[in-house]
């Protein structure tokens, strides 16, 4: 495996680390300042983008990247993009997110980055909400917002741009200080409409700063990124990657055979994504040797434990001063309101028990408190919402006081989900707190059922819960993914399965084939059109 010479030297990173002045605003001048070799390749595009020149490039040095960075920049300083403007930037998933991020933010402009599969209608509410000043986009893209009836500003199409060679006036650069905002995200939008999510310089690197010195800091470490590059945990790790010098290749395509050939032309040591690709990637008939991979990072939702302990089999790790077999599995729970980083985590190795949808322990910069209703805390053992608060926090959705205010509770951010606390003060997680099920039988958790399905009926790959009203009633449906014909019996022996583990039973299962689940842009299974399909399915047939 081919050495590097980007990293960054640990006395370096400390000192980036202990910088007051970092944040999200100016990490590319830092990672050049800090970097060992600044013209040696530290990007590789699976998506080529063209450079300042215009020729097509899959591979980046910080310095080509700069150029290029600031060639845009002067491209909106000359359309008359200033300091707090938003500009929307809704193309295809790739590296292009990035650079428009880098040069918006060098004027204090404020990019509000869209995941390329949100519809048309879906984007012009994002930018009225955001009162964006125009939309960067591409060909495809444009003529949908056209037919939409998108009035929102201007629209650029990112192949009629001609990048100006005029240098970028030195009053043009902004000096950001920690609360400046310098993203605009979104939430997913699996419980309805994304949400725009305020980042700003400080807060955004308050999740970076305490992992600089030890991120991936091994001379082979290679770094895969499988994360929507329009995500604004995918704009964390690349900020993370420029600072520790760490080579990174950032894919465009997310599914799992496409994944497993990445890994294994590039030698990647570590893989980043969310827990959909890491799933596709477990329930594989052949995933390959994968033999590089030491780390696998889930961020977003938390991942089955069935699909965690089929990926930490392959690759290895290192144990002392030599290797053993198997891989880690970092198992983070977050989300864009909460900040990069994740602010819980737990950590699967071969061979070692966790227990299902343990969720660890929270990171040292933040607090997580287990939530009642009326704000005080729960007891051991007791479900409740989780309330996360510190630094990494957003400080709200733009031009939303009232969703802002709604989503807290006695000082604490609440996430959506529903956790408890054992004696041990381990956290676990029960369920989305809109996915929660309610049957004739009493409560249940969606998310708990689903991991005792997985793990108990290996010829199913997939489970997803959920309960509707029909006639009044509770009524509980499990969908099961199986790329065969399920068994007959398969109700039958779910519901043993459940009631075992003291669950609510299924009143139904429906066999879907691999795909068939309806997702969001970001790949989360959408329940609530599950539920609103399952209704529409049972008045027809009525």
Known sequence: ???????????????????????????????????????????????????????????????????????????????????????????????????????????????????????????????????????????????????????????????????????????????????DPVLICHSSGTTGDPKPVIWTHGQAMAGIRPHLENFLSCLDARLLSVLPQSHASAVGYLLMALLTGTPTVLQSSRDADTTRRAIDAHQATAVVGFADTFAGLATTAEPGPLATVETWISVGDAAHHAHIAELVRHGRHRRGKGWVAGSLFVDGLGASELGWGGVLARYVIPGISVQNRCLGRPQPYVDIAVLRADGTLADPGEVGMLGVRGPTITPGYWGDHNTTYRSQLNGYWLSGDLAWRNENGELF??????????????????????????????????????????????????????????????????????TAQGHPPLDEVRVMPQGALPVGATGKVLKRELRSQYVITVLSEA
Request: charged share 20%; proline share 5%.
């Open 1 to 179: 495996m081919t050495r590097n010479t980007t990293l960054v030297p640990m006395p370096e990173r400390r000192r980036l680390a202990a910088d007051p002045d970092l944040g999200a605003g100016n990490v590319l001048q830092a990672a050049i300042n800090a970097s060992p070799d600044p013209q040696a390749s530290l990007l590789t595009l699976q998506q080529a983008v063209p450079d300042a020149h215009g020729q097509l490039c899959r591979d980046f040095n910080l310095i080509r990247l700069q150029e290029l960075v600031t060639a845009w920049a002067r491209h909106y300083w000359d359309r008359g993009v200033r300091q707090r403007d938003r500009v929307a930037v809704w193309i295809s998933d790739s590296f292009e997110n990035h650079v428009q991020y880098f040069a918006l933010t060098t004027l204090g402009a404020i990019p509000v980055l869209l995941n390329g599969e949100l519809s048309a209608e879906t984007v012009g509410r994002l930018c009225e909400k955001t009162t964006v000043v125009g939309v960067h986009t591409d060909q495809l893209r444009a003529a949908a917002l056209a037919y939409s009836g998108f009035q929102e500003g201007w629209v650029q199409v990112s192949d009629d741009v001609k990048l100006p060679e005029a240098k970028l006036p030195a009053r043009a650069r902004f000096q950001h200080a920690a609360t």
């Open 429 to 498: 997680h029960a369920d989305r707190l809109v996915d929660a099920i309610r049957s004739r039988t009493g409560e249940g958790y969606s998310l708990l059922m689903e991991e005792t399905l997985l793990t108990q009926i290996p010829e199913v790959s997939d489970w997803s819960v959920i309960s509707v009203e029909i006639a009044d009633e509770p009524w509980v449906v499990g969908y099961a993914v199986s790329a065969g014909a399920a068994p007959p019996e398969l109700l039958e022996q779910a519901n043993q399965a459940l």
